[in-house]
């Protein structure tokens, strides 16, 4: 790749502009996105009336070398590429080790929080309980793990992008409850489901899946997500791309806050409740009036909800 003008030319280029010839191995529909170059920051929009599509797998290699190769430090997406093309991205970027985040608005009042000497304590005792529970209940994580491996074919780890703090995006790690390839099912599944991506009855999860899903065990390996620092133990629920790319505004202000393995959405409702518009309300309102004795009450208050498994699917 000839890195001089993608790391040099600070203004709006498309791939043609920045690789020459090199972009006739690539599928052409690639080609109409833009890039923009400024302070070790490429930003990926949607190049106006055209319409885009993936890419092969060679040329996704050949993405990931040229992304290996360039000085960038982030790579920031625009919303309107849309769910396909988000995730080529971020999977490609993840393969060249560059951080990539999702373009969202501007920080509300209530993020000014999250300097507080009571945020910090938060973050602190999240990595200490993170820490301890995966100490205690890794017997518990290792049947689990062992009677997915026996019942069903595939992996034993569920991995999917969603958003995290400001709009970075990470890779969620649930235990599997679901088909091997039932992430290619998802839109056949859902169709034109309107509200959030939830089906009570989804004909691709598995029996043990479903069982895992009813007292949310598999939610566990979150917890590694937690360590990392990628989520907390209460917060706002992780969104998915197919769900976070339907919010309206103000909802997508949301999308800026860290998210919980626990939060105001699973402990008022789970999954009874599946309007955006509702659920993004639900949590605005956790997010302005947050405090470390409401994040210990939303984690009491989950305790019951687990263990009854209602509303869980």
Not at 13 to 35: M, V
Request: charged residues 20%; proline residues 6%.
């Amino acid at each position: 790749m000839n890195t001089s003008i993608l790391l040099k030319n600070p203004q709006l280029i498309t791939l043609p502009h920045i690789l020459g010839k090199r972009a006739e191995r690539l599928n052409p529909n690639l080609t109409s996105c833009t890039l923009k170059w400024r302070h070790h920051i490429l930003w990926i929009k949607q190049a106006q009336n055209l319409t885009l599509t993936m890419p092969s797998l060679s040329n996704r290699e050949w993405l990931i070398s040229c992304l290996q190769h360039s000085s960038a430090k982030l790579v920031c997406l625009d919303p309107q590429l849309g769910e396909a093309r988000i995730q080529f991205w971020a999977d490609a970027c993840k393969k060249a080790n560059k951080r990539v985040i999702l373009k969202v608005p501007n920080r509300d009042k209530f993020f000014q929080k999250q300097c507080s000497p009571s945020w910090w304590l938060k973050r602190t005792l999240d990595w200490i309980a993170a820490f301890v529970l995966l100490l205690l209940l890794s017997p518990l994580l290792i049947i689990l793990a062992g009677l997915l491996k026996i019942t069903s074919p595939g992996s034993i780890f569920f991995r999917q992008w969603r958003v995290g703090k400001g709009g970075q995006l990470f890779e969620i790690i649930k235990f599997r409850t679901m088909i091997a390839g039932a992430e290619n099912l998802h839109h056949e599944v859902m169709k034109d489901q309107q509200g959030l991506h939830k089906c009570e009855n989804d004909p691709r999860v598995t029996p043990l899946g479903a069982w895992m899903r009813k007292f949310s065990f598999d939610e566990l390996p979150q917890l590694l997500n937690v360590l990392r620092g990628e989520m907390s133990l209460v917060g706002p629920r992780p969104w998915a791309l197919y769900d976070a790319l339907r919010f309206k505004s103000p909802g997508k202000k949301r999308l800026k806050a860290l998210p919980g393995i626990t939060g105001p959405w699973q402990v008022a409702t789970r999954s009874s409740l599946r309007d955006l518009d509702a659920v993004s309300q639900c949590e605005l309102e956790y997010l302005r009036n947050w405090s470390l004795w409401k994040d210990a009450k939303l984690l009491i208050m989950t305790i019951p909800r687990v263990v009854m498994g209602s509303d869980a699917y």
